[in-house]
Protein backbone atom coordinates (compact mmCIF):
# COMPACT_ATOMS: atom_id res chain seq x y z
CA UNK A 1 0.00 0.00 0.00
CA UNK A 2 1.50 3.61 -0.96
CA UNK A 3 1.48 6.71 -3.00
CA UNK A 4 0.46 5.74 -6.60
CA UNK A 5 3.59 5.42 -8.81
CA UNK A 6 3.99 8.28 -11.13
CA UNK A 7 1.65 10.91 -12.88
CA UNK A 8 0.04 9.05 -15.48
CA UNK A 9 -1.35 6.22 -13.67
CA UNK A 10 -2.50 9.05 -10.88
CA UNK A 11 -4.28 11.38 -13.74
CA UNK A 12 -5.80 7.06 -15.33
CA UNK A 13 -7.30 6.99 -11.48
CA UNK A 14 -8.64 10.23 -11.19
CA UNK A 15 -10.23 9.68 -14.64
CA UNK A 16 -11.83 6.53 -13.63
CA UNK A 17 -12.66 7.90 -10.10
CA UNK A 18 -14.44 11.15 -12.53
CA UNK A 19 -16.15 8.69 -14.74
CA UNK A 20 -17.49 6.86 -11.62
CA UNK A 21 -18.86 9.65 -9.78
CA UNK A 22 -20.49 11.50 -12.66
CA UNK A 23 -22.34 8.32 -12.97
CA UNK A 24 -23.56 8.64 -9.60
CA UNK A 25 -24.73 11.91 -10.03
CA UNK A 26 -21.96 14.22 -8.92
CA UNK A 27 -20.91 17.46 -11.16
CA UNK A 28 -17.25 17.86 -10.35
CA UNK A 29 -15.62 20.30 -12.14
CA UNK A 30 -11.86 21.11 -12.74
CA UNK A 31 -9.78 19.14 -10.51
CA UNK A 32 -6.55 21.30 -8.72
CA UNK A 33 -3.60 19.66 -7.57
CA UNK A 34 -3.11 20.13 -3.67
CA UNK A 35 -0.56 17.22 -2.17
CA UNK A 36 0.53 19.69 0.07
CA UNK A 37 1.95 22.02 -2.50
CA UNK A 38 2.42 25.26 -1.86
CA UNK A 39 1.16 25.29 1.66
CA UNK A 40 -1.86 23.56 0.34
CA UNK A 41 -4.04 20.18 2.12
CA UNK A 42 -2.25 16.84 2.13
CA UNK A 43 -4.89 15.23 -0.30
CA UNK A 44 -3.94 14.72 -3.89
CA UNK A 45 -6.98 16.66 -5.51
CA UNK A 46 -9.35 19.09 -4.84
CA UNK A 47 -12.58 19.72 -7.05
CA UNK A 48 -13.54 23.61 -6.01
CA UNK A 49 -16.05 23.70 -8.01
CA UNK A 50 -17.93 20.11 -7.29
CA UNK A 51 -21.75 20.55 -6.80
CA UNK A 52 -23.48 20.25 -4.33
CA UNK A 53 -20.06 21.14 -2.38
CA UNK A 54 -16.66 21.17 -3.10
CA UNK A 55 -14.75 17.61 -3.07
CA UNK A 56 -11.38 16.61 -1.40
CA UNK A 57 -10.08 13.17 -3.22
CA UNK A 58 -6.55 11.08 -2.04
CA UNK A 59 -5.15 8.59 -4.30
CA UNK A 60 -3.59 5.15 -3.25
CA UNK A 61 -3.25 1.82 -4.07
CA UNK A 62 -3.36 -1.82 -3.16
CA UNK A 63 0.00 -3.10 -3.79
CA UNK A 64 1.68 -6.82 -3.27
CA UNK A 65 5.11 -6.29 -4.03
CA UNK A 66 5.84 -10.26 -4.10
CA UNK A 67 3.17 -11.02 -6.68
CA UNK A 68 4.82 -7.71 -8.77
CA UNK A 69 8.10 -9.84 -8.76
CA UNK A 70 6.32 -13.02 -9.85
CA UNK A 71 5.01 -11.53 -12.57
CA UNK A 72 7.81 -9.81 -13.84
CA UNK A 73 9.50 -13.25 -13.59
CA UNK A 74 6.81 -14.82 -16.27
CA UNK A 75 7.28 -12.12 -18.41
CA UNK A 76 11.31 -12.77 -18.02
CA UNK A 77 10.32 -16.36 -18.56
CA UNK A 78 7.44 -15.88 -21.32
CA UNK A 79 10.79 -14.02 -23.06
CA UNK A 80 12.85 -16.78 -22.82
CA UNK A 81 10.90 -19.41 -23.97
CA UNK A 82 9.36 -17.03 -27.01
CA UNK A 83 13.08 -16.82 -28.42
CA UNK A 84 13.61 -20.75 -28.42
CA UNK A 85 10.49 -20.97 -29.64
CA UNK A 86 10.99 -18.55 -32.65
CA UNK A 87 14.83 -19.41 -33.37
CA UNK A 88 13.99 -22.97 -33.47
CA UNK A 89 10.69 -23.01 -34.85
CA UNK A 90 8.80 -24.76 -32.58
CA UNK A 91 5.60 -23.35 -32.75
CA UNK A 92 3.36 -21.19 -30.72
CA UNK A 93 2.89 -22.13 -27.48
CA UNK A 94 0.58 -20.44 -24.52
CA UNK A 95 1.47 -20.12 -20.76
CA UNK A 96 -1.25 -19.80 -18.69
CA UNK A 97 -0.02 -19.09 -14.77
CA UNK A 98 -1.91 -19.19 -11.94
CA UNK A 99 0.80 -18.20 -9.10
CA UNK A 100 3.45 -16.35 -10.89
CA UNK A 101 5.24 -15.91 -7.21
CA UNK A 102 6.56 -19.84 -8.05
CA UNK A 103 6.62 -19.97 -11.82
CA UNK A 104 10.21 -19.90 -11.99
CA UNK A 105 10.59 -23.26 -9.93
CA UNK A 106 9.62 -24.60 -13.25
CA UNK A 107 11.49 -23.11 -15.41
CA UNK A 108 13.57 -26.21 -16.92
CA UNK A 109 10.17 -28.19 -16.75
CA UNK A 110 9.10 -25.35 -19.66
CA UNK A 111 12.08 -25.71 -21.41
CA UNK A 112 11.97 -29.20 -22.15
CA UNK A 113 8.26 -29.47 -22.42
CA UNK A 114 8.62 -26.97 -25.21
CA UNK A 115 11.93 -28.33 -26.81
CA UNK A 116 9.86 -32.32 -26.97
CA UNK A 117 6.42 -30.59 -28.07
CA UNK A 118 5.31 -31.80 -24.97
CA UNK A 119 2.27 -30.56 -23.49
CA UNK A 120 1.85 -29.61 -19.59
CA UNK A 121 -1.89 -29.43 -18.24
CA UNK A 122 -1.56 -28.45 -14.73
CA UNK A 123 -4.11 -28.27 -11.81
CA UNK A 124 -5.90 -24.45 -10.83
CA UNK A 125 -4.29 -24.71 -7.56
CA UNK A 126 -0.36 -25.01 -9.03
CA UNK A 127 1.59 -22.46 -9.82
CA UNK A 128 0.84 -23.31 -13.88
CA UNK A 129 -2.68 -23.97 -14.97
CA UNK A 130 -1.15 -25.11 -18.91
CA UNK A 131 1.61 -24.60 -21.45
CA UNK A 132 -0.60 -25.49 -24.54
CA UNK A 133 0.52 -25.86 -28.20
CA UNK A 134 -2.02 -23.94 -30.87
CA UNK A 135 -2.70 -25.33 -34.19
CA UNK A 136 -0.69 -22.26 -36.17
CA UNK A 137 2.23 -21.45 -38.28
CA UNK A 138 3.69 -18.92 -36.39
CA UNK A 139 6.70 -19.57 -33.75
CA UNK A 140 5.93 -17.62 -30.44
CA UNK A 141 4.78 -18.13 -27.06
CA UNK A 142 2.27 -15.90 -25.43
CA UNK A 143 1.82 -15.81 -21.48
CA UNK A 144 -1.43 -15.22 -19.65
CA UNK A 145 -1.52 -14.76 -15.60
CA UNK A 146 -4.95 -15.61 -13.53
CA UNK A 147 -6.02 -13.31 -11.18
CA UNK A 148 -8.72 -15.38 -9.87
CA UNK A 149 -7.35 -16.95 -6.45
CA UNK A 150 -5.18 -14.35 -5.63
CA UNK A 151 -6.81 -12.46 -2.72
CA UNK A 152 -8.90 -13.60 0.12
CA UNK A 153 -12.17 -11.72 1.26
CA UNK A 154 -9.98 -11.39 4.30
CA UNK A 155 -7.05 -9.57 2.80
CA UNK A 156 -9.09 -7.63 1.14
CA UNK A 157 -11.17 -6.34 3.62
CA UNK A 158 -7.65 -6.09 6.04
CA UNK A 159 -6.00 -3.96 3.45
CA UNK A 160 -9.27 -1.68 2.35
CA UNK A 161 -9.49 -0.71 6.24
CA UNK A 162 -5.55 0.00 6.85
CA UNK A 163 -5.93 2.56 3.63
CA UNK A 164 -8.29 4.17 5.78
CA UNK A 165 -6.60 4.02 9.26
CA UNK A 166 -3.18 5.60 6.73
CA UNK A 167 -5.21 8.28 4.99
CA UNK A 168 -7.65 9.70 7.78
CA UNK A 169 -5.71 12.44 9.02
CA UNK A 170 -5.23 14.14 5.50
CA UNK A 171 -8.81 13.32 4.55
CA UNK A 172 -10.13 14.56 8.23
CA UNK A 173 -8.27 18.06 7.23
CA UNK A 174 -10.25 18.40 4.05
CA UNK A 175 -13.10 17.33 6.10
CA UNK A 176 -12.33 20.03 8.27
CA UNK A 177 -12.13 22.67 5.44
CA UNK A 178 -16.03 21.81 4.56
CA UNK A 179 -14.82 19.72 2.04
CA UNK A 180 -16.89 16.31 0.74
CA UNK A 181 -13.89 13.47 1.01
CA UNK A 182 -13.15 10.56 -0.93
CA UNK A 183 -10.68 7.94 -0.80
CA UNK A 184 -9.83 6.47 -4.06
CA UNK A 185 -7.61 2.58 -4.06
CA UNK A 186 -6.57 1.41 -7.14
CA UNK A 187 -6.47 -2.20 -6.87
CA UNK A 188 -3.52 -3.47 -9.06
CA UNK A 189 -2.96 -6.86 -11.17
CA UNK A 190 -3.26 -9.94 -8.59
CA UNK A 191 -5.09 -7.76 -5.91
CA UNK A 192 -8.17 -7.23 -7.78
CA UNK A 193 -11.50 -8.53 -6.11
CA UNK A 194 -13.82 -10.97 -7.59
CA UNK A 195 -15.77 -11.03 -4.73
CA UNK A 196 -16.32 -7.93 -2.95
CA UNK A 197 -19.74 -9.31 -1.41
CA UNK A 198 -17.69 -11.04 0.85
CA UNK A 199 -15.25 -8.07 1.56
CA UNK A 200 -15.93 -5.83 4.72
CA UNK A 201 -16.63 -1.99 4.45
CA UNK A 202 -14.25 0.01 6.90
CA UNK A 203 -15.54 0.54 10.03
CA UNK A 204 -13.11 3.33 11.29
CA UNK A 205 -14.05 4.58 14.63
CA UNK A 206 -14.14 8.54 13.21
CA UNK A 207 -13.69 7.90 9.70
CA UNK A 208 -18.07 7.74 9.42
CA UNK A 209 -17.57 11.24 10.09
CA UNK A 210 -15.10 12.22 8.06
CA UNK A 211 -14.98 10.42 4.87
CA UNK A 212 -17.97 10.90 2.18
CA UNK A 213 -17.19 7.56 0.45
CA UNK A 214 -14.60 4.77 -0.48
CA UNK A 215 -14.11 3.70 -4.01
CA UNK A 216 -11.95 0.18 -4.93
CA UNK A 217 -11.29 0.62 -8.72
CA UNK A 218 -9.64 -2.39 -10.50
CA UNK A 219 -6.75 -2.23 -13.14
CA UNK A 220 -7.93 -5.52 -14.82
CA UNK A 221 -8.27 -5.40 -18.69
CA UNK A 222 -11.55 -7.03 -19.15
CA UNK A 223 -10.38 -7.36 -23.04
CA UNK A 224 -7.35 -9.57 -21.82
CA UNK A 225 -8.88 -11.24 -18.45
CA UNK A 226 -12.39 -11.92 -19.86
CA UNK A 227 -13.32 -10.80 -16.69
CA UNK A 228 -17.24 -10.51 -15.95
CA UNK A 229 -17.43 -9.37 -12.64
CA UNK A 230 -17.56 -5.27 -11.48
CA UNK A 231 -14.28 -3.42 -12.11
CA UNK A 232 -15.43 -0.82 -9.54
CA UNK A 233 -17.19 -0.61 -5.99
CA UNK A 234 -18.16 2.19 -3.44
CA UNK A 235 -19.01 2.49 -0.19
CA UNK A 236 -19.72 4.96 2.69
CA UNK A 237 -17.58 3.98 6.26
CA UNK A 238 -20.23 1.59 8.20
CA UNK A 239 -22.43 0.93 4.89
CA UNK A 240 -23.58 -2.71 5.34
CA UNK A 241 -22.12 -3.81 1.71
CA UNK A 242 -20.62 -2.57 -1.13
CA UNK A 243 -22.10 -0.87 -4.71
CA UNK A 244 -20.88 -2.15 -8.07
CA UNK A 245 -19.59 -0.17 -10.73
CA UNK A 246 -18.71 -1.23 -14.23
CA UNK A 247 -15.81 0.64 -15.83
CA UNK A 248 -16.91 1.79 -19.40
CA UNK A 249 -12.82 1.41 -21.38
CA UNK A 250 -14.20 1.34 -24.36
CA UNK A 251 -15.51 5.05 -24.81
CA UNK A 252 -13.86 6.41 -21.62
CA UNK A 253 -17.69 6.84 -20.15
CA UNK A 254 -20.10 5.69 -17.31
CA UNK A 255 -22.46 2.89 -17.54
Do not use: C
Not at 227 to 239: C, E, K, T
Amino acid sequence: MGAMPDLDHEDYVLGRFEELATGFGADLGAPIRHDARNERLRVDFVYPDARPKPLAVELTRLTNDEWRRGSVAVVELARELHLVAENEQLGHWTLHVAHPIEVRDHRDELHKALQRGTQIQGLPSGPIISFSRHNSLSHQVDYMISSATTVSADDASQSIAAALAANLDKLREAHDMNLETHLVIWAEVGRHFGLMALVDVPTAHDGREVVDGIWVISNVDPDRSQVSHPLAWFARPGDAAWTAKDLDYGDGGSN
